[in-house]
């Protein structure tokens, strides 16, 4: 087992801030996964399991116990029929490397999803969604090192229990599980309209009409791609606020004062706001902030960047901003998506 000691989070997590780790080590199977369990057993230390740190943000104290940086690796298909196709992959895969397979094969229930950073197993913790689509809706089954039995369990998709960019891994059971596999159900063939919104209009716009995965995926990793900063260069960690949902009448309360508000309509007489344009009304549009070094990002303003912060407390105290800004204006509290590491 190769652990080092003392190591700066700050390059794991695609934010890139916050303080130090006592211990880290890298997995690359559930045999390591064992040892490293074991080996903070041992020592009596916190653990905690991550994949690309695309969806952390560290605090400034850092980690006083063992960080599990997950690199499972693993892709087997397996055919019903010639409709129905079941993938496995390793939790430390590479998510965007296993839609960009399942697309190649023509496989069609993951395009949506493409380029989202960070890895196999996470796209489970926080239910990762896009255009229209989340895993969720193809997940089968998830291997599983539970702590609770000290053994790894297979886990059905409707045990998991997914919401809307939420899960049991998240919530309920958050550090529970270890996720070291999963099974995906994919269905071979063409794209079925309707498309989500915006890809329905780049589609159209383009003058696409073979909706094949793989031309749904490059009209997905356009949009994105015109949308979105790319990790490996600015840093951040995508969406940093969740879209607010409020009950329909509290809707007609608030167009009342804000007539061109968006919504999109849920189940249950509920509504999803888009938390990008509340916080461009509220004046924080391609906005870069001197005091803290942080930024929104000019093409969404959902997206927090960090341009200088030299600290988590720096990029904290600008969401305490947008916050505050957001719940003078509209009455709403934006939720962090992101997940603040240790928890408090
Ligand atoms: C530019 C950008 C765009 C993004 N776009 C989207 C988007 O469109 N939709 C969306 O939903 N998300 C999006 N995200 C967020 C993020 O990419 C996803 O949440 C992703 O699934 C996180 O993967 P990760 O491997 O980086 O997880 P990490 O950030 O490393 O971990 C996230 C959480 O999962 C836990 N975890 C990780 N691996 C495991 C495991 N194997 N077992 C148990 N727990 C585990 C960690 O402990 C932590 O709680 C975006 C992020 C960025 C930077």
Known sequence: MNILHD??????????????????????????????????????????MIGGGSNIIWRDEG?????????????ETFKEDDEN??????????????????AQAGLTGIEALSLIPGTTGATLVQNIGAYGQEISG???????????????????????????????????????FYITAITLHLTKGQIQPPLYAS??????????????????????IAIRNSRLPDPAIVHNTGSFFANPIISANELIDLRSLHPDIPSWPLNNDRVKLPAAWLIDKAGFKDYHDAATGMATWAAQPLVLVNEKAKTTADLLAFKARIVSEVHDHFGITLEQEPELFPLA
């Open 7 to 48: 190591v700066a989070l700050s390059d794991y997590s695609t934010m890139g801030l916050g303080g130090r780790a006592a211990h880290l080590i890298t997995i690359e199977s559930r045999m390591d996964l064992l040892e490293a369990l074991s080996w903070a057993q041992a020592q009596s230390v916190p653990v905690v």
């Open 85 to 102: 196709i079941y993938i496995t992959a390793g939790s430390g895969e590479n998510w965007d490397t296993v839609v960009e397979r399942a």
């Open 138 to 176: 193809s997940l089968v089954t998830a291997e599983v090192f539970d702590t609770k039995i000290g053994d790894f369990i297979t886990m059905r998709a409707s045990d998991c229990g997914f919401g809307y960019r939420t899960s049991r891994f998240k919530t309920v059971d958050r550090g529970r």
């Open 63 to 75: 980690f006083p116990g063992l960080v599990i940086v997950n690199h499972i690796q693993r892709y």
């Open 199 to 220: 890809l329905a209009a780049y589609v159209k716009e383009h003058s696409i009409t073979d909706l094949s995965p793989v031309n749904v995926r490059q009209a997905v």
